[in-house]
């Protein structure tokens, strides 16, 4: 799983992530929030609140989470055989998932200030609001890391940073008990 204070740049380093290593799969989460101008239609599934809530009285998320506002679920992963799924979410979210997946890797991803972190979520174009809200959170996120055991990592240059977790991801692969049939671990 891979957390973080909004703005950090979790997004852009999942899908690096991905990129360069073909047994990761990147879980697609959906949301009630509206979509960013210029965002993909294919970074989340839109959905308005009912059609969220329905799925989750469904049983249909392993986590969800109200973030600012907005409500954010991660369905029930469903990867091709012997890929490692990877999530990208809030910290609420990963102690969801640790409750049913303790083996489950948290890497929490931080910008190398809080200067910096409100000047990347200012240049993607987040309301002002909504970047101060993202601010003032980013200290109980990091102390609900803290307490997840999640590994730290700041995202100062890109390269180095999926580098990095390249690194951790190989590691946990290899000090992992195999698979136990259950599925797929969760990074
Ligand atoms: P954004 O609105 O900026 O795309 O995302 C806001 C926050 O929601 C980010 O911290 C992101 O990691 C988190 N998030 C995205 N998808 C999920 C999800 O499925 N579950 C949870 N708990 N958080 C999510």
Sequence with gaps: MLSGPGGV???????????EDPNLWLSRSWTTRVQRPGEPDTA?????????????????????????????????PDPPEGRDVLLEIDVQGAGQ????????????????????????LRGRGDPEHHIAERLALADAERVLAYELNAVHVVNDRLD?????????????RRSRPDNDGIGAPLC
């Design 97 to 120: 998932v640790r409750e049913r997946h303790p083996e489950a890797l948290c890497i929490f991803v931080e910008a190398p200030s809080s200067a910096e972190q409100e000047s990347r």
């Design 44 to 76: 989340y599934v839109f959905v308005d609140k009912a059609e969220f809530m329905a799925h989750a009285a469904a049983g249909g998320f392993v986590e969800w989470a109200e973030i600012a506002g907005n409500l954010y679920g991660t369905p029930m």
């Design 160 to 172: 180095e940073t999926v580098a990095a977790i390249t690194g951790i991801i190989e590691e946990a």
């Design 9 to 19: 740049g979790k997004g852009t380093i999942a899908a690096a992530l991905v990129a």
